[in-house]
């Protein structure tokens, strides 16, 4: 793996056109430095942040393309281990929007690679995927990614469902009414509202914009209709994957919030409050 693979890095790097993505992304920072000087001229108070947000990013981005580079080389074996660890790490991001609930990394590690997994292997196996390193890693990078971000938005959205209408679940226990029945609404409320931009992105396809998948399938010169079939098929699978995900981890964590004695746990709901 590593003689083939710093090869390609050094091949890649030392490719004209890596001036040329330098040249851009000068060009793009110029735009982003009128926004900040308007930022610091407005005293908005936030272009640190997105300084530091942009130097991050590039560092990011630019390591992500050397180590894909290496991995091009590798045994296809190696993409199951890329993958897991994008698994794990996409868990640890988003858990920190419910950190008051009890076992939410678990649940949400869990959840991903459930929902994301689920959707690789069957996509896989539909074709949608072909089983090389660079589809894996890519198209697999951008399920788990959506996956993680609906997990978040249901975790952020479910924490507050959940301490907002605490009077009411406890109403709902006090008549009766079991712990799944209690919290069902806001339960359906949370992961509607963590799949809004997913579903937005489809309703918009090909109308307010053309999404970066399918305009590089057709610079690349491919077949415009496959390409748009291509697109399609990809952004079912990011909602397939964002829906498993947070039906999944919404229903684990919606029986941890309760105590043993079917009661709302009020250390889990303080926790939510602080």
Excluded at 28 to 40: D, E, N, Q
Excluded at 87 to 107: C, D, E, M, N, W
Excluded at 250 to 256: A, F, G, I, N, Y
Aim: charged fraction near 15%; charge should be negative.
């Amino acid at each position: 793996m590593t003689d083939p693979g710093l090869e390609r890095v050094l091949e890649h790097a030392a490719d004209p056109v890596i001036v040329t993505g330098f040249v851009q992304i000068a060009i793009a920072a110029a735009l982003t430095a009128v926004v900040l000087g308007i930022i610091y001229a407005r005293q908005l108070g936030f272009e640190r942040e997105i300084v530091a947000m942009a130097v991050r990013g590039l560092v990011q981005v630019v390591a992500a393309g050397a180590v894909i580079s290496l991995l091009l080389a590798a045994h296809l074996a190696w993409a199951a281990v890329v993958l897991a660890f994008m698994i794990v790490v996409a868990a640890y991001i988003s858990y920190k929007r419910g950190t008051a609930l009890p076992g939410v990394f678990g649940t949400s590690l869990a959840s991903i690679g459930f929902g994301a997994g689920l959707t690789i292997v069957a996509m896989a196996a539909a074709g949608a995927i072909e089983m090389t390193m660079r589809d894996l890693l890519v198209i697999g990078s951008m399920v788990i990614a959506n996956a993680m971000q609906t997990n978040s938005l249901a975790l952020d959205r479910f924490t507050g469902e959940i301490a907002s209408n605490r009077a009411e679940i406890e109403a709902l226990l006090s008549v009766g009414a079991s712990p799944d029945e209690a919290v069902t609404e806001y339960v359906s409320t949370s992961v509607y509202a963590a799949l809004i931009p997913t579903i937005d992105g489809i309703k918009s396809l090909g109308v307010v914009k053309i999404p970066g998948l399918m305009a590089g399938m057709i610079i690349a010169g491919e077949n415009p209709i496959y390409a748009a079939q291509y697109q399609f098929a990809i952004m079912l699978m990011l909602f397939a994957a964002g829906g498993l995900t947070v039906v999944a981890n919404t229903v684990l964590l919606s029986r941890r919030v309760f105590t043993d004695a079917k009661q709302l746990d009020e250390a889990v709901v303080d926790a939510i409050d602080e």
